[in-house]
């Protein structure tokens, strides 16, 4: 079955970096788009960054330039780079698949910048 676990997540000061990563298991990883999302509390799941089987990344607008999407399909693992991070990032992170119509979710990493 399809799994998805993310790590990576912890406290981290203003303007500090956190590399995510997300190891999934259970389909072809390199023929399929993955993504991150975060969610914090009281706000809706929002897509962060995505990343086709070949490489193509595409950001949120409010990630760019800060946060680095990458993937290594020979480890099956998908990774999320952030510097400069600033306290309305803090949120949890999930790692997600879409296949035949469904979307599979990790169990998500928390990441919270404080000072």
């Known amino acids: 079955q399809v799994q998805l676990v993310e790590s990576g997540g912890g406290l981290v000061q203003p303007g500090g970096s956190l590399k995510l990563s997300c190891v999934a298991s259970?389909?072809?990883?390199?023929?399929?788009?993955m993504r991150w999302f975060r969610q914090a509390p009281g706000k809706e799941r929002e897509l962060v960054a995505e990343i086709s089987g070949g490489g193509d990344a595409n950001y949120a607008d409010s990630m760019k330039g800060r946060f680095t999407i990458s993937r290594d399909n020979a480890k099956n693992t998908v990774y999320l780079q952030m510097n400069n991070l600033k306290p309305e990032d803090t949120a949890n992170y999930y790692c997600?698949?879409?296949?035949?119509?469904?979307?599979?979710w990790g169990q998500g990493t928390q990441v919270t910048i404080s000072s």
């Open positions: 259970g389909f072809t990883f390199s023929n399929y788009f």
């Open positions: 997600s698949v879409r296949i035949l119509y469904r979307n599979y």
